[in-house]
């Protein structure tokens, strides 16, 4: 399995099973821990995932994240956002549930 297809097999195991733990997916793709935390490094600069430290501890995904949606880019959704207080109440509701539906999720580090 190269970086590429590892690091895809990773995001798809996430959006499926929402926490990791290192170890497991070590295994689970024949490499080392130290490589695993890599990928993770670099997954983390383009996806919601998360490490949590400690018992119950491991790769966490957002809430809400999930690889085969579309979701808006930053720029977009912040035009939206500026956008939205010049707009009508009921056009402002429809933009809000755009808003939800598409915005990527947040990152919400527990502690």
């Known amino acids: 399995m190269t970086a590429n297809e590892r690091r895809q097999y990773i995001l798809e195991a996430l959006s499926d099973r929402r926490a990791l733990n290192v170890d ?4 689970e793709c024949s490499v080392s821990e130290r490589t695993i935390r890599y990928d993770i490094e670099i997954l983390s600069r383009s996806a919601p995932i998360f490490t949590v430290q400690g018992t119950g501890g491991g790769i966490r995904v957002a809430d809400g994240w999930y690889l085969s949606r579309r979701y ?14 010049e707009l009508p109440s009921d056009q402002q509701d429809t933009l809000k549930s755009i808003l939800v539906s598409f915005a990527k999720p947040k990152v919400k580090k527990p502690g």
Not at 24 to 27: I, Q
Not at 74 to 84: G, I, K, P, S, T
């Open 24 to 27: 497991s997916l070590a295994k």
């Open 72 to 85: 808006l880019r930053e720029d977009q959704e912040a035009l939206l956002r500026e956008l939205l207080p």
